[in-house]
């Protein structure tokens, strides 16, 4: 196994690659590998440990006015998801994306947001990281 320590052509910094079989990948996938982990919080609060950093603070609940639900997989909860995300420039998944080698990364279609969830009318709503972008058929040449 060997590990990149500069960008080059080859790909970016801090990634490894075995050479026996061709795989490749970052820290999180060494940890997760190594403690045998799968949940990707698990993954992260052992990255967290290692790299000696503090768990974050949790943010404060806040009440939040709820919109009428749209079907699963509509149209509606789709252009809902889009409306409520954000540019994707100087965030962690500009960071992750451009990490994994991909670097066209701008335009209105290029879009980070958090999904909110709530597995069951018992449960509290949970907001977890996501990535969102806008498809479109390409224009006929």
Same mark, same amino acid.
């Given at each position: 196994?060997?590990?990149?320590?500069?960008? &080059?052509?080859?790909?970016? #910094?801090?990634?490894?690659?075995?050479? *026996?079989? $061709?795989?490749?990948?970052?820290?999180?996938?060494? !940890?997760?590998?190594?403690?045998?982990?799968?949940?990707?919080?698990?993954?992260?609060?052992?990255?967290?440990?290692?790299?000696?950093?503090?768990?974050?603070?949790?943010?404060?609940?806040?009440?939040? &006015?709820?919109?009428?639900? #749209?079907?699963?997989?509509?149209?509606? *909860?789709? $252009?809902?998801?889009?409306?409520?995300?954000?540019? !994707?420039?100087?965030?962690?998944?500009?960071?992750?994306?451009?990490?994994?080698?991909?670097?066209?990364?701008?335009?209105?279609?290029?879009?980070?947001?958090?999904?909110?969830?709530?597995?069951?009318?018992?449960?509290?709503?949970?907001?977890?990281?996501?990535?969102?972008? *806008?498809?479109?058929?390409?224009?006929?040449?």
């Amino acid at each position: 196994m060997f590990v990149r320590l500069k960008e &080059s052509v080859k790909g970016p #910094a801090g990634k490894w690659t075995d050479a *026996a079989t $061709g795989e490749h990948g970052d820290l999180l996938d060494v !940890i997760r590998e190594s403690c045998g982990l799968v949940d990707f919080k698990d993954v992260a609060d052992e990255a967290r440990s290692f790299l000696s950093l503090p768990h974050p603070e949790p943010e404060p609940d806040r009440p939040r &006015s709820r919109a009428p639900s #749209a079907s699963t997989g509509s149209p509606e *909860a789709a $252009g809902r998801l889009f409306a409520m995300s954000q540019p !994707i420039s100087r965030t962690l998944v500009e960071a992750y994306l451009r990490s994994r080698g991909i670097t066209f990364l701008h335009g209105p279609e290029a879009c980070v947001t958090a999904a909110v969830t709530n597995p069951d009318e018992q449960s509290p709503t949970e907001t977890w990281p996501a990535m969102i972008a *806008a498809v479109a058929d390409l224009p006929a040449i």
